[in-house]
């Protein structure tokens, strides 16, 4: 097999291995100016989207190790490399992980951290509304969409400027089959995704939107991104009405 007849045969297999392409396209620079890239030591991790002038929310399992050290929140991105004038960056003074967390099937993924000052408001960093207790959340067939700086394969590509995403809600049974997701699925989860279409790794902690408000935040799917069976999951905002309010009102202190 000679060379280039080779590399067009990797090429078509990566392609094909796993259902991996997200399917994203790259958002217009700064139209998502509540997104947040949260990194460790100057490497995107995981995403985040700021509610307030001084709060970001984000998921649980971004901080399940207790990791702080050389960690940095990252508002008006769009190229993770760039140095651009938009850009601010910030420390966490606290980080809030819901104390209900379960890493065994990531129930309650939820997480708040509080920036250690203020944001200066710009057209490129702005807080996005989020889902209330008395928000109708999406249901099956509804289109949603997101965001994010994650791979872009099940090879671990990853994009140096945000890619956004629009997909579907599935239905809350199917993913609670056993051939979905079975008993680790709960009512405080929806799932979404589309054929070669969903979040992938480094996604997680970005927002899920319906109708431009945040409703879900990316939490968790199968071993590979974009499998048929294993759509991405998300956690549903407006079941934890009251502990954002009260975890805010108590860190304000």
């Not at 499998?227 to 956690?235: E, F, H, N, R, V």
Request: proline share 3%; charged share 20%.
């Amino acid at each position: 097999m000679n060379r280039l007849i080779f590399a067009s045969f990797l090429l078509y297999a990566a392609s094909q291995t796993g259902e991996c392409i997200t399917g994203g396209n790259e958002a217009v620079a700064h139209s998502r100016p509540y997104m947040a890239s949260l990194q460790w030591n100057g490497r995107h991790e995981c995403g985040g989207f700021l509610i307030s002038k001084q709060w970001v929310m984000s998921a649980a399992h971004c901080f399940q190790d207790g990791r702080t050290s050389g960690f940095k929140v990252v508002l008006g991105a769009h190229s993770l490399s760039d140095a651009e004038d938009t850009k601010q960056t910030f420390e966490a003074s606290a980080v809030y992980n819901h104390p209900d967390f379960s890493i065994s099937n990531y129930d309650n993924d939820i997480a708040l951290l509080k920036l250690d000052k203020p944001i200066t408001d710009s057209d490129a960093v702005k807080p996005v509304k989020f889902a209330r207790q008395i928000w109708s959340d999406p249901l099956k067939s509804d289109v949603v969409e997101t965001a994010g700086w994650g791979s872009l394969n099940n090879l671990g590509a990853r994009p140096d400027k945000l890619q956004e995403l629009s997909i579907t809600v599935m239905s809350q049974l199917l993913c609670g089959r056993g051939d979905y997701y079975g008993m680790k699925f709960t009512n405080n989860m929806l799932c979404a995704a589309e054929r070669r279409k969903d979040t992938c790794d480094g996604d997680s902690g970005g927002p899920l939107l319906f109708k431009g408000i945040v409703v879900g935040i990316t939490s968790n799917g199968g071993k590979k991104c974009g499998s048929i069976k294993k759509p991405g999951l998300y956690t549903i905002i407006s079941h934890y009405t009251k502990w954002i309010d009260s975890t805010i009102t108590i860190l304000k202190k």
